[in-house]
């Protein structure tokens, strides 16, 4: 409890808010594995969300954040990568952009169907550049493969 007391305090300085309780969870949603965490309730909405400690990350998390962050990546960073793949390639399968726990950054993953990937390595150079400075994200993790898995530009920003 001290440690998100204190994770709030520094996160969420104006956040006037109620301790609800401890959880277990073995699934907690996608946010990966954790033993316990704390419930909170914002007490100037009606909100609770949780705050734990990331073993793997060695850091905290709260789903209030990562809540947001997907969001944001949902509805005003996918279409703008999708509209910008789509544009320039055929044959795509797949576009993914979600929060990736494992690095704590978005994570954006074009798959393309087998044997129709088209793009040279200076193009993809030129879509780091796109989330870069268009859509002004300067950490992602961002991957290029085909659908069998065959990762072909993984680069971390």
């Not at 905290?60 to 005003?76: G, H």
């Amino acid at each position: 409890i001290k440690q998100t007391e204190q994770y709030l305090a520094e996160h969420y300085p104006e956040l006037n808010y109620e301790i609800l309780g401890i959880y277990s969870s073995t699934n907690f949603k996608h946010y990966g594995y954790l033993e316990h965490g704390i419930e909170v309730r914002d007490a100037d909405k009606p909100e609770v969300f949780k705050v734990y400690y990331d073993p793997d990350m060695d850091r905290m998390e709260d789903s209030r954040k990562i809540d947001a962050v997907e969001a944001f990546l949902t509805t005003d960073i996918a279409p703008k990568i999708e509209q910008y793949i789509t544009q320039r390639y055929d044959g795509i399968r797949y576009i993914d952009v979600d929060y990736y726990m494992e690095t704590g950054k978005p994570m954006i993953l074009v798959k393309f169907e087998e044997g129709k990937l088209k793009m040279t390595r200076a193009e993809f150079d030129e879509f780091l550049v796109f989330i870069q400075e268009e859509l002004a994200m300067s950490e992602a993790l961002v991957i290029v493969d085909e659908w069998e898995g065959n990762v072909v530009f993984q680069e971390e920003l």
